[in-house]
């Protein structure tokens, strides 16, 4: 039937014993893939709108897994979450992107994802910290980007965590702006340095005056509370410049940049080492 979807659509389009026994192959599989090198993160450039310049990158995970090839973070991130193994995920991920930036031109920064179950309990602290030291980055080049699913959790536990982080000077985004329900309430509820606007709005500003107003009300706001605004999934330099107009900080698309292996990295980072 649908060729190019079966991979992606995988777990719905099986039955579902297979899917049930698939999944659990896959959890075994993700446990040894932690311990065993098989995860590789990309960088996707982030562009400043004001000087056209890289200003940093977002590591994105992936799973070069041996008999299935490269699987999406859509496909093993909630697995990772239902199970617990984003733990050990979550510190290798950010181990790994540290230490990456720590070998870029300085001004450049590194922003990784988090999920809320990393942020529980009291353990993030010491993670960050060892990050940090392991890789001798400075705190101010880090970015950690949280969805507001984070802040959902009633949680002072996480709470702590991200205002731990802010002390040692190490930036917190706001991922996904807009997709849950009470988006604002959570501006109020911690200090963001960055809101990132969802995909979604920006992609429909192409054919819709009502998702220009709100990004735009979006960027105002944020402009308002002292808070950079980065537009994801820039496809098309229309809508790059359509975002310039109406003030956006910085962005971040295809258009400007795919993900890219840290080996088609050396030409990108030679540009951003400047004159
Ligand atoms: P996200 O944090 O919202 O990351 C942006 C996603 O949009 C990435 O997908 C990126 O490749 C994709 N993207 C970037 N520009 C464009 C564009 O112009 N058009 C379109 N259509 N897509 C674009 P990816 O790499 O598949 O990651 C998906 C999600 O998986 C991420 O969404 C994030 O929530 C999660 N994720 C990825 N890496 C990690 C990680 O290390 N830790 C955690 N906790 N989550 C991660
Ligand atoms: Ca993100
Ligand atoms: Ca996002
Ligand atoms: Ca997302």
């Not at 993670?127 to 400075?138: D, K, P, Q, T």
């Amino acid at each position: 039937a649908k060729e190019d979807g079966r991979n992606t659509h995988r777990f719905f389009e099986t039955d579902m014993g297979t899917a049930v026994s698939e999944r659990r192959e896959l959890i075994t599989d993700l446990r040894h893939a932690i311990a065993n090198s098989e995860l590789e993160l990309y960088f996707q450039p982030q562009y400043s709108l004001e000087t056209n310049a890289v200003t940093g990158f977002e590591a994105l995970v992936r799973w070069n897994h041996p008999k299935r090839g490269m699987v999406p973070p859509m496909e093993f991130i909630p697995l990772a979450e239902d199970t617990g193994l984003i733990v050990p995920l979550g510190e290798w991920v950010l181990n790994e992107a540290c230490r990456r930036a720590a070998s870029w031109p300085e001004h450049l920064r590194i922003a990784v994802n988090l999920s809320p179950r990393q942020l529980r309990g009291h353990g993030f602290g010491p993670v960050l910290i060892g990050a940090l030291a392991r890789s001798e980055l400075r705190a101010d080049r880090l970015e950690l980007e949280v969805t507001e699913s984070v802040l959902l959790i009633e949680s002072d536990d996480i709470l702590d965590a991200l205002h731990q982080a802010k002390a040692l000077g190490v930036k917190v985004s706001m991922d996904d702006f807009g997709t849950g329900y009470s988006s604002l309430s959570y501006l109020r509820r911690f200090p963001f340095d960055k809101i990132k606007i969802d995909q979604s709005f920006v992609r429909s500003m192409a054919y819709s005056d009502e998702s220009v107003s709100i990004v735009k009300a979006v960027i105002d706001l944020a402009k308002n509370l002292d808070m950079t605004t980065t537009a994801e999934g820039v496809e098309t330099e229309l809508l790059l410049e359509m975002l310039k107009d109406i003030g956006c900080t910085d962005a971040q698309g295809y258009f400007l940049g795919h993900p890219m292996p840290v080996s088609q990295m050396d030409d990108l980072l030679f540009e951003c080492q400047g004159p």
